[in-house]
């Protein structure tokens, strides 16, 4: 094949791979967990990502979560209702790093997905595995061929399609539910389906985007390539759809089951007794509180370890003290003005949308008591 031909060819099928690795491996089954991976095709996706575009599996994680809980409100890494079209569009790279960077959103948001010996061997070296891609590249189709697809694939990918979904999935297009992000049926042909963003929202946990046969099927009737990728994955047994209908929270359902054997709901829990039904208004209100709630828990829990190491260090005597008293809760009123142990054990906060912390207990100073230096009063006998 000529050079001519070679590039853009070569080009496209970068640019496929890592958008369907993107999708597949790192969206549906890390994020959301809607996909469970064989390990030899887990493998094949973080070798794959490596080469093409360095990821860390983590740092998106955790950025997409995030995006999740805070979807178009402060808090969202990337929202273009927030920042505008064009800079999310354009500097969608720069928002998705200053957050990667953030140790916080990291453990707050992806704490299942800490790294393992491979990605402190391998996968956090991001630049090294684009560097071996380019040199594999260069090897295959010539040096400057392979040059000129590597550079074109990183302008395909980083600066086109992946903001592509983040800027306009949440500025304009078609609507199937009432939330803030919008389908594009036709971009979804070049995004592994991602453009059916409306879709995504409302079902974040659902492996499948498409909801319509129009949006699934070509005029033609053959299924579409968004689709094919998926499929055969999971016919040749490398996956396993999970079907949920929400994030898999279990804390949070674990938390909310135990409230409503209580009879009690603690402070904070408003709206949050029970689920509403699907595919209302309500049931996205209900997503949205649910999922601040527990990333502010998970937050919390993330700055636990810090609060813990101070009081050890300094050998400080401390107990639990409820802040917020308008409710009683069967959770944390247990351990009200309670001493914690030695190493501390019980450490607040102690569910989603608790508001007990540590306080120091006043140690008695034991010894011969201070003389005063007032005079004593003279006695009238």
Same mark, same amino acid.
């Given at each position: ?261 209580? +009879?009690?709901?603690?402070? +904070? ?105 007032? +005079? ?6």
């Amino acid at each position: 094949m000529s050079p001519a031909w070679a590039v853009p060819c070569v080009t496209i099928a970068l640019t496929q791979v890592a958008v369907i690795a993107t999708s597949i491996y790192l969206h549906r089954a890390l994020a959301h967990r809607s996909l469970h991976l064989h390990p030899i095709a887990d493998m094949a996706f973080r070798i794959a990502l490596w080469l093409t575009t360095g990821q860390s599996r983590q740092q998106w994680v955790a950025v997409h979560r995030k995006h999740h809980t805070f979807t178009d409100r402060p808090g969202d890494p990337h929202s273009p209702r927030l920042l505008g079209f064009w800079r999310v569009q354009l500097f969608n790279v720069a928002y998705y790093m200053r957050e990667a960077r953030n140790a916080q959103t990291l453990e707050a948001f992806a704490p299942d997905l800490r790294p393992d010996l491979l990605d402190r061997l391998l996968f956090t070296r991001g630049f090294l595995g684009v560097g071996i891609g380019l040199s594999l590249l260069c090897i295959l189709i010539g040096l400057w061929a392979g040059l000129i697809a590597g550079g074109l694939h990183a302008i395909l990918y980083v600066f086109v399609l992946a903001p592509l979904i983040n800027a306009l999935g949440h500025w304009r297009g078609t609507k199937n539910f009432d939330n803030t992000a919008y389908n594009w049926r036709l971009l979804s042909w070049i995004t592994g389906g991602e453009s059916l963003h409306n879709n995504h929202h409302a079902h974040p946990r659902s492996a499948k985007f498409s909801l319509r046969r129009s949006e699934r099927l070509r005029p033609a009737g053959r299924v579409g390539p968004r689709h094919c990728a998926p499929r055969l994955i999971e016919r040749s047994a490398m996956a396993t759809a999970v079907s949920t209908p929400d994030f898999p929270w279990p804390d949070f359902d674990r938390w909310q089951a135990a409230f409503a054997a209580a +009879r009690v709901f603690p402070p +904070r829990w408003e709206g949050l007794h029970r689920a509403p039904p699907a595919h209302t208004p309500e049931a996205e209100a209900y997503r949205l509180r649910k999922h601040g709630l527990l990333a502010e828990w998970l937050d919390m829990l993330a700055r636990r370890a810090n609060v813990q190491a101070h009081f050890a260090r300094q050998g400080i005597r401390a107990r639990v003290a409820r802040q917020d008293m308008r409710l009683p809760c069967p959770a944390c009123d247990p351990f009200n003005t309670r001493e914690v142990g030695a190493e501390l054990e019980a450490m607040p906060p102690f569910h989603p949308g608790c508001r007990c912390v540590l306080v120091a207990i006043p140690v008695a100073r034991v010894g011969r008591r201070r003389r005063s230096f007032a +005079r004593p009063r003279p006695r009238n006998d």
